[in-house]
């Protein structure tokens, strides 16, 4: 493997080709000393003596050459090195080595330099999502927690009359079930991005599994007083039933969620080169294009009120699984008149 050292290993050969003239220079000088000496006498003990004497001038000098070059070529990068890499072993990773040469002239230090501000940004970026993550649960996690307190203190009343004590009830177990399904996105998404789970890749069903979901939705579709519509082609492929099973799920859920009733959802599927095309439409609300841009990010949600329900995560969800099972996720949607999500799978 080619690295970026290898690349700028020219200057590494100018260093050496400017050591080799100063040898030689040193020698030369030395032999000429030496013939100058040895034609004003022929006493080859002051000789010896002379050239020793000349032998530690130019040692000396050229010693003294060395130092100036070190402090000014190796110690001051490598001051300037360590005393970024100490700031950013502290937490600050703001901190920059800052490249004085331009990239054509760029040395080793300055290949370390550059890796390490990369580094640098690479931890800033992540310290920034791991406090928006943070944030992003601590917020997610006080609605539910607000109005479990409340209707617990509530409950609590003695006077409290049946009918009330039963709806006090029901608001609490739906502020859980929120608690328990955030918990169980969390983990999942995590699990999905730190790759702890392998998808079992096999010969899947896809009307089948496609169908399963539909079926777990049907009430609920019922409920909200909407039709749906299904065009779904037998079809197989290589993928995961468990993992297309959070993609539909999910699709299907937010179709639903996102259709004032007596509105449409349809499902649809068939084959699409050597895989196969998956087809969730609605005609909901829609998705404006600033909403758009966001609806994969974690804790998204385009309703900043957060009346509607959720925590933001499913799509965010959908994207990595699908990233994972290599496929690909298109959106097309117009405000007022609704939206499509289509998935591409390989076969
Ligand atoms: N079919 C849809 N119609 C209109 N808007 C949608 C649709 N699907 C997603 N969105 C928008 O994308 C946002 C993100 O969707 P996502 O599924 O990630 O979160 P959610 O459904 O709000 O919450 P969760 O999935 O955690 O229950 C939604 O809040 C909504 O604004
Ligand atoms: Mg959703």
């Known amino acids: 493997m080619r690295t970026k050292l290898d690349k700028k290993s020219g200057f590494s050969y100018a260093g050496a080709i400017i050591f080799f003239v100063v040898i030689a220079l040193v020698i030369q000088t030395a032999l000429v000393v030496y013939e100058y000496i040895r034609e004003r006498t022929d006493d080859l003990g002051l000789v010896a003596l002379l050239m020793l004497g000349i032998i530690i001038i130019l040692s000396g000098l050229c010693t003294v050459a060395d130092v100036i070059r070190r402090k000014i070529m190796v110690d ?23 490249i004085e040469h331009t990239y054509d002239k760029y040395d080793e230090f300055d290949l370390i330099a550059e890796d390490l501000n990369y580094m640098a940004e690479a931890l800033r970026k992540s310290e920034v999502l791991k406090s928006d993550f943070i944030s992003n649960v601590s917020h997610e996690l006080k609605t539910p927690l607000a109005v479990i307190e409340s209707y617990t203190k509530k409950l609590s009343d003695k006077k409290l009359d049946e009918e009330s004590r039963i709806k006090y009830i029901e608001t609490i177990r739906s502020a859980t079930s929120k608690l328990s399904k955030l918990v169980t996105n969390i983990l999942l998404l995590n699990k999905l991005e730190n790759q702890h789970l392998r998808p079992e890749i096999k010969r899947v069903d896809l009307c089948g599994v496609l169908s399963d979901s539909v079926l777990v939705f049907e009430s609920l ?56 095309a998956i087809e969730i439409s609605d005609t909901g609300c829609g998705i404006p294009e600033e909403v758009g841009m966001h609806i994969f990010d974690k804790f998204y949600q385009g309703d900043t009120s957060h009346s509607s329900e959720g925590n933001g995560l499913g799509l965010a969800m959908v994207k990595k699984v699908i990233d994972i099972l290599g496929g690909e996720i298109k959106v097309e949607s117009e405000t007022g008149v609704g939206s499509k999500f289509t998935i591409i799978l390989r076969g």
């Open 76 to 98: 001051r990068p490598v001051a300037k090195i360590l005393s970024v890499t100490e700031k950013i072993a502290c937490g600050d990773f703001s901190a920059r080595v800052y």
């Open 221 to 276: 579709i019922e409920e909200r007083g909407l039709t749906l519509e299904c065009d779904i082609d037998t079809l197989y492929i290589s993928s995961s039933p468990d993992y297309l099973e959070i993609v539909f799920n999910n699709l299907i859920s937010n179709a639903i969620k996102f259709t004032e009733p007596g509105g449409q959802v349809t499902v649809k599927l068939y084959p699409f080169g050597d895989g196969a």
